[in-house]
């Protein structure tokens, strides 16, 4: 049997969450003003809205802190976190 885990070049939950939060944030503010917002560099930020890194947990709650964020439960980005996590381990 084949091992799919050598073809999936990104994890697909993060590319989900990417494309949300980048959806999210167009219409209200640049990737540089998320970046700023979070005390990160704007390159680690598109990497997150690309899906080639994961959120990193300590960013969860600056994250939702921000203005286009704000609408997001908490509860429910902790969920998909703790499921990202798995998803990675087998990933790897």
């Known amino acids: ?9 990104k ?9 949300a939060l980048k959806e999210i944030r ?5 990737s540089d003003d998320v970046a700023a917002g979070l005390g990160v560099y704007n390159s680690k930020y598109r990497m997150i809205e690309s899906g080639n890194l994961v959120l990193p947990t300590e960013l969860v709650l600056p994250l939702l802190q921000l203005q286009p964020f704000e609408s997001i439960s908490f509860n429910k980005l902790m969920k998909y976190l703790a499921c990202n996590d798995f998803l990675e381990l087998g990933l790897k």
């Open 1 to 9: 049997m084949q091992d799919l885990s050598l073809h999936l070049k």
């Open 11 to 19: 994890n697909p939950l993060s590319q989900l969450l990417g494309a």
């Open 26 to 30: 167009k219409e209200i503010m640049s």
